[in-house]
């Protein structure tokens, strides 16, 4: 669907109705949003929009519960997960500007502790570094400690960095890691002197007038009950699902906010740190730092297909890349049932924030490139469709491919009880494998959600069957047995790369047994 916008008075086409974007049609806006909810089946949508120093939308569509079928409204609250990590690094930058660290510091001088596989990283490894995705661990490495929730305290979670074996050398690719941005948070505890969560609130989130975000799900007033829950769709059914917000993951992805509170954010940003109040809430000199790329990647091809992609990069706490030939600053943000999206056009002053409880990241990515069609003025796509198509084949293919293939030499199992005992990982700690009426179990002790049942998949190897199905997780696990015939360690890698969210990192478990 195609935004007409008024542009100067003899652009004026009678085949259209034009008006200002600062003016927007939100009747327009509104059908393409709904549109979007329904092609891709999403309970709840929050979306706000803000053009030239003003919000120009902030509203609520569907419902944020469809078992009580309570309504969004612009208030409502949702998990934002990583979109949380630029509040980390705008953190960081207010400390900078107080003199009291800079980017260039290294973390061990903050955090005695600190240390990582390889010594010569953990002594060079600097903030900057913690929030360019740039330590050399690989995609989602660690996050075991902190997903889909864990009891694992921050001293816990630093003193597992070593055990992690990086995936590449130091600063020579690009890959996400969110327990990096666990230890930024911590870095702005210790500068600060006061918690994460409180620096957060009282520094950041207080100043904006967010008035009903908070640093983590259970900071949220028991008197407000304005908050969505997210769901997941399985066997052609959406089914609510409560996850706390990603509250272990901290500075990587624990806040919890409405996209009213969002668009004053947003604001920011566009004016360079100021504050809609008029003071700077961080200096200009540090935006530049947070929107500069500090490590690159490849241009996508789809991407550039889509949208003439010709670069794209991570800052500190932002994706960038071009688009048209505008810079564009955005995050995404996921949990179990719930997805955000943040896109920033600074040269158009142009800001979009979508919060959604369900896991269909092209429905918000629909709505953002529809509005930018218009702002940019682009030839009319219906990206409602077009995006449509794309997901759900992707995802026909990837649950097509779920399921393991047959063994192609299928050897039998031994008893049971050769292979019960406690395992132990370095960096997650203890995972029992116990016989309980005649079916083999698995408990990781840290993670609540992660218990299960082993099913034979053939020799050593068997199939986990977590109890939570909405988890999506299945994973092989392959024992290798010592002379005795008893376990000496064991593997884990998810059945479905494709299906299975990657911060389940079962490939990075070097279990040995206790």
């Known amino acids: 669907m195609k935004l007409c916008k008024l542009a100067v008075a003899a652009a004026l086409l009678s085949s259209c109705s034009f008006f200002s974007y600062a003016d927007i049609d939100s009747e327009k806006i509104e059908q393409v949003i709904e549109t979007s909810m329904a092609r891709f089946d999403v309970p709840g949508m929050a979306v706000a929009i803000v053009e030239n120093d003003k919000v120009v939308l902030a509203k609520g569509f569907g419902v944020a519960n469809l078992d009580t079928g309570k309504k969004v409204n612009k208030d409502t609250l949702f998990g934002i997960a990583s979109n949380t990590k630029a509040f980390t690094a705008a953190a960081l930058a207010k400390l900078i500007d107080e003199g009291k660290l800079n980017w260039d510091d290294k973390v061990i001088d903050h955090l005695p502790e600190f240390r990582l596989y390889d010594p010569y990283v953990t002594r060079e490894m600097t903030i900057r570094d913690l929030l360019s995705h740039r330590s050399g661990l690989g995609l989602g490495q660690g996050d075991l400690m902190i997903w889909p929730d864990t009891d694992k305290s921050i001293d816990e979670i630093i003193a597992g960095l070593k055990y992690l074996k990086p995936a590449s050398s130091f600063r020579s690719k690009y890959a996400y890691n969110n327990l990096m941005f666990v230890t930024a948070g911590e870095v702005v505890a210790r500068v600060s002197g006061m918690s994460w969560n409180d620096y ?14 908070r640093a983590g799900f259970s900071r949220i007033p028991k008197s407000n009950k304005n908050w969505a829950i997210g769901h997941i769709l399985m066997d052609g059914k959406l089914n609510p ?4 917000y990603l509250e272990d993951f901290r500075g990587a992805g624990a806040i919890a906010s409405s996209v009213n509170d969002m668009s004053q954010w947003l604001l920011t940003q566009l004016a360079g740190g100021k504050m809609p109040s008029g003071e700077q809430l961080f200096s200009e000199k540090q935006q530049a730092q947070m929107w500069h790329p500090h490590i690159t990647s490849m241009a996508s091809k789809s991407a550039y297909e889509a949208y003439h992609q010709q670069f794209r990069g991570y800052g ?29 056009l600074p040269e158009k002053k142009l800001g979009i924030v979508i919060l959604s409880n369900q896991q269909a990241f092209s429905a918000l990515s629909a709505v953002t490139h529809e509005v930018l069609e218009d702002a940019l003025e682009l030839e009319d796509k219906d990206w409602v469709e077009e995006l449509a198509k794309k997901h759900f084949a992707s995802k026909q293919k990837a649950y097509a491919n779920a399921k393991p293939d047959t063994p192609a030499d299928y050897q039998p199992q031994l008893p049971n009880i050769n292979y019960t005992g406690t395992l132990h990982d370095d960096w997650y700690g203890d995972v029992i494998i116990e016989q309980l009426d005649g079916k083999l179990r698995i408990d990781f002790t840290h993670t609540k959600r992660l218990k299960g049942t082993l099913e034979h998949y053939t020799g050593n190897t068997f199939i986990v069957k977590w109890d939570e199905k909405l988890l999506e997780a299945d994973a092989f696990i392959r024992f290798d047995m010592g002379a005795n015939n008893r376990v000496n360690s064991a593997k884990m890698r998810a059945v479905s790369t494709a299906v299975t969210d990657f911060s389940f990192d079962f490939r990075n478990l070097n279990l040995k047994a206790k």
């Open 241 to 244: 699902f409560f996850v706390n």
């Open 200 to 213: 957060i609130e009282k520094n950041i989130l207080q100043p904006l007038h967010m008035e009903n975000s």
């Open 316 to 344: 500190l706490g932002w994706s960038i890349e071009d688009y048209h030939g505008f810079k564009k600053l955005g995050h995404g943000g996921g949990i179990l049932g719930m997805v955000s999206q943040v896109t920033l």
